[in-house]
């Protein structure tokens, strides 16, 4: 490990500190702006303590912290809202059986993941292929997730999952285009 990446003693007491998980809203707070300010740790020790910490805010106060660094998903809804609209343009979604709109996932509302949100399309014949933005946690970085999938009991046909990384959105959107291509009506 070299002179960049190492974590000095007093971070790694801070560190150990936030681990507990023992603080006040207030308390994170303080050393959240602490951690901004003080100029004796590396840039890399500075990235790891407000990571956590930011993390830990926005789990522990949601209301608070959206309200200091801003909407976990705004980036998931710009993105997928800007893609529906280009798609919209390319696909007649009026035969759409589900709102064609940028919904929230189920997984977020109840908690399991950080950050879900997606768009669908679903046919008469119970086909549907989706596109979601997914964060698991404040730690992870978000993906593109692509499902097609023929919704029915008993289905004989193997979903389709397909996982992106933020950076490979052009290929996730092609992919989501041509699937889509195969069910819309």
Not at 10 to 33: F, H, T
Not at 39 to 54: G, P, R
């Amino acid at each position: 490990m070299n002179e960049e990446t190492q974590i000095s003693k007093i971070v790694q007491q801070v560190l150990d500190r936030i681990n507990k998980g023992e603080m006040s809203y207030k308390e994170y707070i303080s050393l959240y702006n602490n951690v901004q300010e003080y100029e004796k740790i590396t840039d890399y020790e500075k990235e790891i303590l407000t990571e956590k910490l930011v993390g830990i805010l926005r789990i522990k106060y949601p209301r608070q912290s959206a309200k200091i660094f801003g909407n976990k998903s705004v980036a998931a809804q710009v993105l997928l809202e800007e893609f529906l609209a280009e798609i919209k343009k390319e696909f007649n979604w009026k035969s759409n059986k589900v709102k064609p709109y940028v919904k929230p996932g189920g997984s977020m509302i109840g908690g399991r993941e950080f950050v879900c949100w997606y768009i669908s399309y679903k046919n008469s014949n119970n086909w549907t292929c989706g596109l979601a933005y997914i964060q698991k946690t404040p730690e992870e970085h978000p993906y593109l997730e692509l499902k097609k999938r023929e919704v029915k009991k008993n289905s004989e046909f193997e979903p389709l999952t397909k996982k992106y990384i933020l950076q490979n959105k052009q290929d996730a959107f092609k992919d989501f285009k041509i699937h889509l291509s195969d069910i819309v009506e």
